[in-house]
């Protein structure tokens, strides 16, 4: 058994601490630790209210700046974790690591690490930050999992399930993540969206031809016809496991897509054109000084607020070509989830369902000893198998669509 410290108390760490609490048998005790310590005791709240727990102990909620590298290792600590879940906001994981190789505790994040300073981060994202600590890792023996969340973290398992098992030479991986579902609200992001803002405001970033492309948003659009949610049109974006499986495939081309509505792109083009996506301050008249995307965020729904009416599905993929034995191949390997199941489950909507269910998918093999590298690893770069069939059970099963059909699969 090994305790679990969960960090962030936002909607992906919701569905953590449920999926840790199913599985305290295999995991040890549970911590749940953020700067606002009533959203930490909501979550545990919901826990015993789903009476979700599999085994009766203890789930503990701390205040946290998890910026303060010093304070993330003392509460590591106290709790004598061993394993640290990071779903807290971008802005902490650099800390959040450091504390880890300090203490000898497992490190796993769902995104990469951002300077809150800028306004986008740019490729190379993982070697930007995160890579830079490899060295670290192996030396204390530090088991890091970067980007084990649906997208990065599920998508790079099913790249390397492709290069596994159904593709001798890859010559491109496209990641699809289409949202079919609905909120039902006139406008809101499914994440922070500040977050989400970010991701969009950039130069576009893909991987083909050996080298780093670049576009403007919503410059490259594709239609995909997708199992269960059909016909959805999409648009090329940034996404940090481009830049991981692209170290790993150089030789393929790797790109993002994601899908957008008509509706959002309307609202998002006129909010960045008045500037209210800026992160600078700016003053008022009456001389008071705003950051507008603060602002933005501030009158938006609450994303964790849209769970108990959101509708629908989501179908997130990775669709893999090349060759197998000679002959021209492709697969898409995907999973669907449904958001009224997720919130059934765990009080939460699916991209936080999908998102917050692999990380303690992780944390359960290195508890068993399977995943426990010891050293920092990307998703793609561990056995996909133990992991995908883990989900399987776990609410995110795999399927795989090629020529042979299209059909569960299982390990
Ligand atoms: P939320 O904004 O809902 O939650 C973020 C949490 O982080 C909040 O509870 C916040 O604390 C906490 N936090 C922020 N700063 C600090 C700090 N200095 N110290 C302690 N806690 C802090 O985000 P989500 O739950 O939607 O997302 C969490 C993470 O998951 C993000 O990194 C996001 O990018 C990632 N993600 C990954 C996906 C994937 O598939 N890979 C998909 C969706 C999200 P408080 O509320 O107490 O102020």
Redesign the pocket.
Known sequence: KKNVLI????????VVAHKCAQNNDILGDLHI????????EAIIASVHEKGAMKVPGPFQAHG?????TGAVAALIGATRAQIVI????????M?VLDACITTGAAYM???IHEDPAKICEAPPWYANYEWKKRDACKAAGVTAIL????????VNAYARLAEDRFIDKITSIDIVDINAGSHGRWFST???P??NFREFTGTVYSWQKGAWQENTMFEVGREWDLPVVGKQKSYMTGH?EVHSLANRYPDADVRFWMGFGDHYINVFTVLKNLGLLSEQPVKTAEGQEVIPLKVVKAVLP???SLAPDYTGKTC?GTLVKGEKDGKPAEVFVYNIADHKDAFNEVGSQG??Y???V?PVAAAILIAQGTWDAGRMVNVEDLDPAPFLDLLNGMGLPTRVKDAAGDRDMTF
């Not at 980007?147 to 599920?154: C, M, R």
């Open positions: 960090i962030g108390a936002g909607g992906v760490a919701q630790a953020s700067r606002t310590v009533a959203k930490c946290l700046d998890a910026t303060d990071n779903v807290g906001s971008p802005f902490v994981n800390s994040d769902t995104a980007g084990v969340g649906f997208d990065p973290g599920v499914n994440f922070d500040e977050i940090d609450d994303p964790a997130i991209i936080s999908t998102a917050g692999p």
